[in-house]
């Protein structure tokens, strides 16, 4: 059976979800967040140890500014709410991405990883104005401005995700079938499942049926 320490997700579907059930995409992302509740919880029952979380994407910039401003209205809601808890619970969040966001926002966000640094029950890292693009172009800066040598184990350093292991497991919801920008360079050797269901309608089951099937997965890495 495959251990089984890191999970990534894409979690897509909420604006689609929104439109079919409320009318509105708006209602989906608010829908989302409840399925990102139940699955954090149902990862720290399974003893995942980390668990990454694609919010917003460097390109879901190119959206309507009243969606935009209304995910980060619900993303900060959302933390002032349940930083107290997810601490209690002994989370650790962790931001992944370019914090530009209002001083408000980039503040709490700073706030809510210095409360929950010394955490350790699981991490979360919140993928937010992410894109691997940009990652691995940073990272190739850095090196090149600290004139280190450009190899597997230096780029892997550079990334937001230096401290941790590459995910073992991706889950992409919302019936498409691409990533979008998402951990390009972490997922090279990720076992990789796609759900048809929205976001929203994805639940502990579907997620421990996707759990079931990697355990049992021949992982060969290249050998045989
Ligand atoms: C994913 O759901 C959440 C974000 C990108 C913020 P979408 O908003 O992309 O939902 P669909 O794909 O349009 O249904
Ligand atoms: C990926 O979903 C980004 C997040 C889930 C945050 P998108 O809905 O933005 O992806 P594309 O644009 O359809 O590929
Ligand atoms: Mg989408």
Known sequence: MNPLSHVAIIMDGNGRWGLKNKNSRNAGHKAGLITVENIIKHSI????????????????????????????????????????????????????????????????????????????KIQINLALNYGSRSEIIEAFNKLYKKKIKINERSVSNSLYTKNIPDPDLLIRTGNTKRLSNFLLWQLSYSEIFFSKKLWPEFNEKDYDN???????????????
């Open 210 to 224: 996707i759990i079931y099937e990697f355990r049992r997965i021949k992982r060969n890495f290249g050998k045989i």
């Open 45 to 120: 029952q399974r003893k995942i140890k980390f668990l990454t979380l694609y919010v917003f994407s460097t390109e879901n910039w190119k959206r309507p500014k009243s969606e935009i401003e209304y995910l980060f209205a619900l993303l900060e809601h959302f933390l002032k709410k349940k930083i107290g808890e997810f601490d209690k619970n002994k989370i650790k969040l962790v931001v992944i991405g370019k914090k530009k966001f209002s001083n408000k926002l980039n503040k709490l966000l700073s706030e809510s990883e210095k409360i929950t640094k010394n955490n350790s």
